[in-house]
């Protein structure tokens, strides 16, 4: 059987349409080949080899995508130094423009004028913002993201965030940092990236704190990351419990594994039944981003209007 036909029998014996995938990235060439020179020269934010299995031009990877049976994705982008994220933001735009199954991505750094190119981003239909503090190495509760997160914070706009401290951790990564940009902004809609790991724990109290807040799978629960970084097994129960939260997602193309074996660890998890993977595989983002904006497999509405950037 190929990979394809294995995906597809998953959502298929769920009766589901398809699936949605919250955790993927689709960037720049230069800047994806970039990223990929990290990951094959292992990093130091990567630690052990990381093939990439996707490794393709783009087209063939929205191919790829599609034929899993993928209805909606999107195009994480991230910024790790200042000037870049508005240029990111700005290609981001143009290739959901071009790509109607991708929801509009767009990104952020803390950076003087952030708060004006995050709302541009809002008024032009933006439907996820991706934040790496790992990666871009800053506190997410730098002043000058106090604008940016209550402009996000009132437009409802989720923001896909990797703050747990794995594969390695940075200087400002773990939930500590989360919990007080919260205790400021309540209502953000948080999707914590890999389900918080190594941090599972804390962010799964973080959940129970926020009741906005999701997790997305992305490598959890893999043979790779297993390997270093294993799921606690006390928390199965609360990983059944928050079955509304979570999110499916992959990190295609940058997976050192197959795409069908992070939809089967889900499938073979001790405490799950079909309607906790019917929500993860699709039914929980179908409510979190179907509020704005139109993409295949996602119901439509009309943006958001938010309050304008302070001069």
Request: net charge negative; with cysteine; proline share 9%.
């Amino acid at each position: 059987m190929d990979e394809p036909e294995s995906a597809r029998r998953i959502w298929q014996a769920l009766e589901l349409p398809g699936i949605v995938d919250v955790h993927t990235h689709f960037m720049p060439k230069n800047v994806m080949d970039k990223v990929w020179r990290y990951f094959d020269d292992a990093g130091p934010l990567v630690g052990r080899p990381w093939p990439i299995t996707y490794r393709s031009d783009e087209n063939a990877r929205l191919h790829t995508l599609r034929s899993f049976g993928v209805l909606a994705f999107t195009s994480l982008i991230y910024a790790h130094k200042p000037d870049m994220a508005a240029w990111l933001n700005q290609w981001a735009a143009g290739f959901a423009a071009d790509t109607p199954d991708c929801m509009a991505t767009a990104t952020f750094y803390p950076e003087p004028g952030a708060a004006g190119y995050v709302s541009a981003a809002i008024e032009s239909g933006t439907r996820v913002f991706k934040a790496h503090v790992q990666v871009g190495d800053y506190d997410p509760t730098d002043p000058l993201l106090d604008d940016v997160w209550g402009l996000i914070e009132d437009a409802g706009t989720p923001v896909v965030i990797h703050c747990g401290s794995g594969p390695a951790p940075g200087r400002y990564t773990g939930p500590a940092p989360i919990r007080a940009v919260l205790a400021e902004h309540p209502r953000l809609r948080l999707v914590i990236a890999h389900m918080g790991g190594p941090e599972y724990s804390e962010f799964l109290d973080l959940c129970r704190d926020f009741e906005q807040l999701h997790l997305d799978t992305t490598m959890a629960f893999t043979g790779f990351t297993e390997k270093n970084m294993p799921f606690p097994a006390g928390e199965y129960g609360r990983l059944r419990d928050m079955g509304d939260r979570i999110l499916f997602g992959s990190d295609f193309p940058n997976i050192p594994y197959g795409y069908t074996h992070a939809m089967s660890v889900l499938t073979e998890l001790p405490c799950v039944d079909d309607t906790w993977l019917r929500n993860v595989f699709h039914d929980n983002a179908v409510r979190l981003f179907g509020a704005t904006g139109s993409c295949p497999g996602l119901p439509s509405a009309e943006p958001h209007r938010v309050r304008k950037a302070a001069p």
